[in-house]
């Protein structure tokens, strides 16, 4: 476990130095994603170069090239779908505080609300309310430029100042959340692509059936 | 009419202190403790391997 600590002097170390940063996990599953798509390419090469090979000679007639065809399109298709699905997890997703509000993050927040204290400590008591520090600090402003009194002016010009201080505190802890918010968004992504392999991949099992009953009655 | 404010609205008491609306209730805006226990724990990258 990597915990923030004092340094040789006794110093704490600043926040964003000693926390791990989630993005550290991207590259691991860019990486399966890579053997994925591999694999997937494999097979589908595979098809392409061996299948009309195999099936000369053995095809007879309209009629068998075309069942020949279907089979060979059905099994390039289950290739397909997988190389679309698991190439989307190497696109960059647009991480942003409105992201966390899609349902795509729902079961992040979820997470993070179920137990904030471990996540942001006394600083926030949700996910809602670490990010709320932006929008107050706006209200604030517009609250203060349209208020004609002086004296309650300057307090709302005071006020401003501590919601000013909150977003600069708020900012290491909103940093990481955005960073979990990109890292989840891409493993859902990968954990969406298996199950489209699993189809795929039934349907590579079909369409390779479906050729070698073509071609072995042939 | 539903007069509800909207989230994160701001009001000022008259002895000065602020209230944020949460989205069901007011609640006072209070300042955001600086304490380093407070952040989060978590594994760095090659912890989890030997």
């Known amino acids: ?218 | 009419m539903d007069d509800k404010p909207q989230i994160n609205a701001v009001r000022q008491l008259e002895n000065g202190d602020l209230e944020r609306f949460n989205g069901e209730a007011w609640e006072p805006y209070l300042d955001i403790e600086h304490d380093p226990g407070d952040w989060p724990l978590g594994l760095a990258r090659g912890d989890d391997r030997p």
């Open chain 1, 1 to 218: 476990m990597t915990t923030p600590a004092p340094d040789d002097s006794g110093t704490i170390l600043p926040f964003d130095a000693t926390l791990p940063s989630p993005l550290e996990a991207v590259p691991d599953l860019r990486a399966a994603a890579r053997w994925i798509l591999a694999a997937f390419g494999a097979v589908g090469a595979a098809l392409i170069g061996g299948g009309p090979l195999v099936a000369v000679g053995r095809v007879h007639g309209v009629a068998d090239a075309f069942g020949v065809g279907i089979a060979l399109f059905v099994a390039l298709t289950g290739v397909s779908i997988a190389i679309w699905r698991v190439s989307r997890v190497l696109e960059p997703p647009i991480t942003t505080p409105a992201t966390l509000a899609t349902p795509a993050l729902r079961g992040l927040r979820e997470m993070i609300d179920r137990s904030p204290a471990d996540f942001f400590g006394t600083a926030a008591t949700s996910v809602d309310d670490l990010l709320s520090h932006r929008a107050v600090a706006v209200n604030i402003h517009r609250a203060m430029l349209s208020e004609s009194d002086p004296s309650r002016r300057e307090v709302w010009r005071r006020h401003l100042k501590r919601a000013r201080v909150n977003i600069a505190r708020a900012a290491p802890l909103e940093r990481w959340l955005l960073a979990m918010a990109h890292v989840y968004q891409i493993q859902a992504a990968l954990r969406a692509a298996r199950y489209w392999c699993l189809m795929g991949v039934a349907l590579v099992a079909a369409g390779t059936a479906g050729f070698l009953i073509v071609t072995g009655n042939g």
